[in-house]
């Protein structure tokens, strides 16, 4: 070896024993904390109930630690994270070792402990939990950090440290991680109060005193290495923002020397202007970037070249989904790489946290054998990563490379997988075109003259509540314990009940109330070809709660009509309109784990004809208004602005694919639980529904303002007149003074009259004295028009 490569390797932090000369080092970027079958859901809730101690909760949370770690060790991780286990949220973690707990939580000081901090994460008798809000892209949600000026900060929380020590007492060296500094500020909101021109950055000077602390005791316990997890450097920052980063590092440098220091980004590409500042960063040894999700980062490293001194972390095992990485494909990337960096300064990781993955496939014993070739959750990408850097290092694992290119090679030719009819369906949609023929205004007067509506007419959203009874009468039918008949009766039943309810309430257009479904995706999942269901697939959405996303594997057809059965038997129970209940294809795709092997939107187009023919089947069945709920449009949204108009356009196409068959006379609606659209407005109205029912009531009427700004508008809308989500029953007074703010922004004609989502999750004892009270709100306004 050269002289230089020698000096080079002298400078190589000790613990990475490294026998070899040139030796591709391993990492995980972060593990999802639920545990393989929900541990730490059930320990979290039972301690919540009182059920069980904090002694308990520990107890089991440190099991999942160890079990987490051992894992990683053993499958010859170099870089295994650690504080990346969290009770509730790793942003709320972070919150607390600042000690910028808001005031009204009444924390005087000291290490913050469980009634502190799930205070805030749920709210208790008296106080309202903090703010939750999506992180990033994903499903998962983070509790958003209040802050203001007077907001004092101090270490509060000695968690990263004492989860670094318990590893080295099991005899693992492990990489602390911590949320970055600048990446904390950008993703906190203003405290309520503080005048506006406050920026939230100028806090810099006031945590890195709080980062130099927590990063001191890491290196007295003994860490060489660690974490800063800095994703907002994905997103479009403008130079003060890009320039936040500069300072904190540079400020951070003395107290991080002596440590090696990894800035781990993800989610997307790093833009070329953040590229160049996250690679000049002082103190800064290392780089992780999300090889997976970010397709252009690799020609920013060849192109920009990537600093000598610095490794590199490579995110090729893709952290948001669940299939079996391509192994070969990642080893081609990873080779250029290292013709790049040189392979004392690539380490091979994964795209991004493990969070969003679920935990082990191991415990999926109802899935069939051939898909399950083609997966891999947590526990398998591990293995993965390992294997890759192995097989850089010149210890190839012949028969695990070559299973699994068998398993990408059946994957692409699998006839379950490949179906030519819907291929080529869905392709001819591409560039194409699909809108109902007449304008919206003549389609509402065709479909007025049909319904003969009063004004501002009533409706709700589709669900109502979902009672243990009808848990346990779905469940009983699964499993075969009650007979088909027994079920279809139990279920008709219901509808009767709720039919009865609605017209005795006086709604306008009634609803069904969807008891046969568990879950607005999992229903029509589990009705179409090409998806597969787990056991055990659980990923953590925020604190103990999970979801279980469906995985399209192949292409999406519908065998047979999915809702024509329910919403008949509904309409044949009264004679006023009923709204038969689908979920819109960008739903159904964003609450599912989506194929990599084809364009999002080409999946999105094959989910958009299934719905069609089930929209045109409802019509024909003699329903005359079909709501097509479309709760994730905009959680959709790529991070990426340059991304988005794109995306909007696919999504919003393939909306009008699964309405423009129908006649004028049939009323399409749309839902969407959101209101924060203010910039995606156009595409809204641009999806062509004859009537758009939406969150409104939670967001202190943002979503009114978009109208007064004077976007014309000319569709039905119903901004929702209260909040579903709480148990609160609202007056018929402050509903009418919600409908009569609407009304000074909206074409009188326009508006609709309904709650903000479904009633599933409430009681009835709330649900009939608020909708009685909607109702009487919408008739006394109806008087004064
Ligand atoms: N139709 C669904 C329901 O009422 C809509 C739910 C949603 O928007 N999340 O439950
Ligand atoms: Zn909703």
């Given at each position: ?8 390797r002298?400078?190589?932090?000790s ?11 391993s990492?995980?970027?972060g593990?999802p ?6 541990e ?8 919540w109930?009182?059920?069980s101690?904090a002694?308990?909760l520990?107890k089991v ?7 987490i770690w051992?894992?990683m ?6 870089f295994?994270?650690?504080n ?6 790793h942003i709320?973690?972070t919150?607390v070792?600042?000690?910028a707990v808001?005031?009204?939580y009444g924390w005087?000081?000291g290490?913050?402990?469980f009634d ?11 106080l309202p ?6 992180w ?8 958003v ?5 007077d907001?004092?900060?101090s270490?509060?929380?000695h968690?990263?440290?004492n989860?670094?020590k ?11 991680v911590?949320?970055g ?6 993703l ?11 920026s ?11 980062y130099?602390?927590v ?5 007295a316990?003994g860490?060489t290495?660690?974490?800063?997890d800095?994703p ?5 920052l403008?130079s003060d ?5 500069t ?5 951070l440098?003395?107290s ?21 500042v996250?690679?000049g ?8 970037f999300d090889?997976v999700?970010?397709?252009k980062?690799?020609e920013l ?9 610095k ?8 952290g948001?989904?669940?299939w079996a ?6 080893l ?5 790489l290292e013709?790049i ?9 994964t795209?991004?946290s ?11 014993t109802k899935l069939d054998?051939e ?10 990408k591990i293995?993965?990563v ?9 210890e190839?694992n ?23 009819a ?5 392709s001819?949609l591409?560039?194409?075109d699909?809108r ?5 205004t003549?389609r ?10 009063p ?5 709700t959203?589709g ?5 243990r009874?009808?848990r346990?009468i779905?469940?009983?039918?699964k499993e075969?314990?009650?007979s ?11 509808i009767?009940?709720?039919?009865r309810l609605?017209?005795?309430l ?10 046969e ?8 999942g ?5 998806f597969?269901?787990?056991?055990n697939?659980?990923?953590q959405?925020?604190?103990s709660r999970?979801?279980?996303p469906p995985?399209i594997y192949?292409d999406?057809s ?5 809702t ?7 309409q ?27 364009p999002?939107?080409?999946?999105c ?5 299934a719905?069609?023919?089930?929209v045109?089947?409802?019509?024909a069945?003699g ?14 949204l790529p991070?990426?602005?340059s ?5 909007l ?5 393939a ?13 399409i ?19 062509d ?22 976007v014309?508008y ?5 901004p929702?007149?209260?909040d ?12 009418g003074n919600r409908?009569n703010?609407?009304l000074?922004v909206?074409?009188?004609?326009a508006l609709?009259?309904?709650?903000d ?6 009681k ?10 909607m109702v ?7 008087t004064?028009?």
């Open positions: 070896p050269s002289l230089l490569n020698l000096s080079r002298l400078r190589r932090p613990f990475i024993q490294i026998g070899r000369v040139r030796a591709v080092a990492h995980i970027v593990y904390r639920i545990g393989p079958k929900r730490l859901k059930f320990a979290l809730e039972s301690f109930d009182g059920r101690s002694e308990d520990e949370a440190k099991d999942l630690r160890m079990s051992k894992q060790a053993d499958a010859g991780t170099k295994i994270p650690s990346t286990f969290s009770y509730y949220d709320l973690d919150t070792m600042l000690g808001p005031h009204r005087t000081g290490e913050i402990g502190v901090y799930f205070s805030m994460a749920r709210g208790d008798a008296t939990a903090m703010e939750m809000t999506k990033f892209d994903t499903n998962y949600h983070y509790i950090p209040e802050l203001g000026p907001l004092k900060f270490c509060a929380s968690k990263a440290v989860e670094y318990e590893a080295k007492e099991l005899g693992i060296e492990t990489i602390p911590l949320v500094p600048v990446s904390y500020l950008l906190s909101k203003l405290a309520e109060g503080i005048e506006k021109p406050f939230l950055l100028s806090l810099l000077q006031k945590i890195i005193p709080v130099k602390e990063v001191s005791e890491l290196k316990a860490a290495w660690v974490q800063l800095e907002t450097l994905v997103l479009d403008d923002q890009l320039k936040a980063f300072d904190a590092y540079t400020q440098e003395e991080l020397h002596g440590l090696n220091v990894l800035v781990e980004t993800y989610f997307a590409d790093v833009p070329a202007d953040a590229y160049r996250v690679t960063l002082r103190g800064v040894s290392a780089i992780g090889l999700h970010g397709e980062t690799l490293i060849q192109d920009l070249s990537f600093p000598s001194d490794y590199l972390f490579a995110g090729v095992v893709d948001r989904n669940i990485n391509d192994l070969s494909a990642s081609r990337t990873l080779k250029t013709g960096v040189g392979k004392d300064k690539l380490v091979v990781s795209s991004c493990l969070l969003h993955t679920p935990v082990d496939l191991v415990n999926e054998g898909i399950k070739s083609w997966l891999a959750f947590a526990a398998q293995v993965e390992n294997e890759l850097a192995k097989a850089l290092r010149g190839k012949e028969a695990f490379f070559s299973a699994n290119a068998a398993a990408q090679a059946s994957r692409k030719s699998s006839p379950r997988v490949n179906d030519k819907v291929q080529e369906a869905a001819a591409r560039g194409s699909h109902r023929a007449t304008p919206v003549s509402l007067d065709a479909q007025q003259k049909k319904l003969n509506l004004i501002l007419p009533t409706t959203i669900s109502f509540p979902q009672t009874y009808l346990r779905r469940r009983e039918y075969s314990k009650i088909e008949a027994e079920y279809v009766k139990a279920i008709k039943e219901e009767s009940k709720v039919v609605q017209e005795e006086d709604i306008d257009v009634l609803v069904h109330g969807e008891p479904r568990n879950d607005m995706v999992e229903y029509f589990e009705q179409l070809k090409g597969a269901f787990t056991v697939g659980w990923v959405s925020y604190g999970c979801v279980k995985i192949g999406v519908r065998p047979k009509p999915m024509v059965f329910w919403s008949t038997a509904a044949s129970m009264t004679t006023r309109p009923i709204k038969g209940m689908l979920t819109g294809p960008v739903t159904i795709l964003s609450w599912s784990f989506v194929r990599n092997d084809q999002r939107f080409e999946t187009y094959q989910i958009a004809l719905i069609k023919n089930e045109e089947d409802l019509e069945a329903i005359p208004v079909i709501q097509i709920d479309e709760a994730a449009l905009r959680e959709g991070l990426c602005k991304e988005q108009a794109f995306y356009e696919w999504a919003v196409h909306f009008r694919i699964t309405s423009c068959g129908v006649q004028d006379t049939t009323q609606h749309t839902h969407m639980c959101y209101s924060n659209f203010n910039n995606i407005i156009h595409s809204i109205i641009d999806m529904a004859d009537v758009v029912t939406i969150e409104n009531s939670r967001s202190a009427d943002k979503l009114l303002s978009v109208f007064r700004e004077g014309r000319h569709a039905g809308i119903g929702g007149v209260y579903i989500h709480s148990p609160r029953i609202p007056s018929a007074e402050d509903i409908i703010k609407m000074a909206l074409e009188k004609n609709w009259v309904n709650p989502c479904g009633l599933k999750t409430r009835y004892s709330e649900v009939i004295p608020a909708l009685t009270n009487a709100a919408a008739k006394l306004l109806r004064q028009l």
